[in-house]
Every structure is written in C-alpha cells, then in structure tokens.
C-alpha cells in the first residue's frame, strides 16, 4: 500500500464520515471518490488503516470511521486553511465592527464563531498583563448622565454610560476628566482601584459625589476580574450532536461549565499549523473531554487570549480551523484600532 494512496483513503473516510455521520464502507469510497483503484484494493488499504489504528468498526457495521489517532493524522495532513468566503468576512467585519464595547465584542464574537461552525465557541477576555490606562473620556448626554469611555494600553476600548446623583454642568465634568486624566494615565489597569480612590479624595466637596460614580465606572470598565473569564455560545449545537457522545454528553457540559478547565485547557494550547492548535479526543487533559475537539488560537496585541471552538471529535477541522483564524485576525484588528 503506498503511503500517498493511505492518506487519500484516510482522507476519504473522514471527509464522509463528517458529513454523513455513518460509517464508510469501501464501495462508498469508490463511489464519491477518484481513487483510481477497485473495491477490493480499497478494502485491503482500510484493513492497513485499521491494523495502524487509525479507523475503526464501531460494533458489527461493516464501514469503519476515524479514530482520535486518524484524526490527527488527518488534521496535520492539512497543506493549507482555505480562506473564508468574501461575504463570511464581510459579514464577521460588519459584526465585530459594529460592538459598543469589549463586552459586546466577546459576546458577538462567540455567537459569530458558534454560527459559522455549529459549535460551541469560546473566548477568553484579553489578559491585562501590564496594560495601563492610555485615555479616558468623559461625555455628557444629559445633565445628569455621562459616557465614560477608557481606552486601555493593550488596545482595549470599553465605555458605559452612567447616571450621576446630581446634574453636573459641562465644565465641571471637564475639570472632572482633567483630575481623573492626570491621576491616573499610564497607571496599570489591575492598580487602578487604589488610584482612583486617592483621585476621589483630592476632589473639592462639591464634585465629591459626581466623581465617585465615575470613579466606580471606570473601575468596572477596567475589568479587574477579566483574567479569568471565558464567554461561550452554542451549547445547544452539542445538544444535537449527542449520537457523536456515545458515552455522555454530560460531562463535556460539565467542563464548559468549569471555567477553571476551559481556561486552563486554552492557557495550554500552543499554536500548531496555520497559526492554530488543534486538541483532538484524549489529547485533551480533561477526562470529561475524551470525546470531544477543541480548536484555538490566540488574539489580540500579545496573542495570549484565545477565542476557538469546541465540539465533537467528528467536526469539519478545515472549516473549524479557518473559521477561527479568521475571527481572531477580525478581533485583533478591532482591539487594536
């Protein structure tokens, strides 16, 4: 058997496996595929497969399909991640472009990766590292409600609006914005906390109340627990893929909840092909992920977030890979801009 031709067959089998959800037999292989050889030759080349332990009979059926080890071999078989369609990144620019914050940039970024791969998608908020405030905003929209905007070293940009006990006159919210500026521009945003109350008490009586609430703002806005903490969409694709989950689907749910193992998992992911780590099976440290796959990569200025996917071991890794490169390219650039 040449090494070219077990590839293809390999190839072959995955390929319709994924997309048909039964086991394939050598007839079927001939059938959908150029292989350029008889039933037969087919048949002695998925013996050679299965003797490797690359596929496998799942009971009596007489088609075979992928193990966790042919898997692998498929997916590091990949020469190239086929580039998305143009209207998929329009679509994944128009999305991500239109957010109001990093909130709402982690949460339309899941469900934009959820879409495009009937999984489950997770991302994972930048990590503060030693980022540090690099500017901030104070807007007024009404006499008593300010946007309060604060634009981070690492290229993260959050604002919110907030309602202030009292009307604050414009001159005032910009002797406000001066104080705050000066207080606290190029401090880390993990010491912002301390900063900003030293900030709150070097304020006359009278704009005392006003710059606490904004004080209190800024401070969420520098989203101190976000280290760690994931955000994920798609649950409900797991829920219809629960014949790929012959044991329990419970405990790949119970791991989506554990964010402590969705973190730690993505914190250990280093980048494999294209830029992208693929965990397929029992390469995943967490028993409850055995059968499941897990593709990501990392985002943002220095790359250490990760946004992916995760989902059943029998997934389109093709598609799931550039589907998730391609976010993550859209994500850094809005981070960054």
Known sequence: MSEPRRLEVLRAIVEDYVHSREPVGSKALVERHQLGVSSATIRNDMAVLEEEGLITAPHTSSGRIPTDKGYRLFVDQISEVKPLS??????????LEGAEDLDDVMDRTVRLLSHLTNQVAVVQ????GNAAVRHLEFVLLAPNQVL??????NGTVQQRVVPLPEAVPEASLAELRQHFLGSVSGIKLTSLPQELALAVAALPFRQRRAGTAL???????AGINRDDRIVMAGTANLARSTV???LSIGPVLEALEEQVVMLRLLSEM???????SVRIGREN????LAEA????TGYGPDSLAKVGVLGPTRMDYPTSMAAVRAVARYLSRILTD
Do not use: C, M, N
């Not at 908020?125 to 503060?128: A, E, F, G, S, V």
């Not at 280093?270 to 992208?276: E, S, T």
């Open 86 to 95: 143009a209207p998929e990144k329009r679509a994944i620019q128009a999305l």
């Open 125 to 128: 908020y930048p990590h503060l």
């Open 148 to 153: 309060v905007v604060l634009i981070a070293t």
């Open 215 to 221: 004080a209190r703002t800024l401070e969420q806005l």
């Open 244 to 246: 790929d989950f012959p």
């Open 270 to 276: 280093k980048h494999d092909a294209f830029g992208v």
């Open 285 to 288: 440290p967490h028993g409850g």
């Open 293 to 296: 796959s897990v593709i990501a």
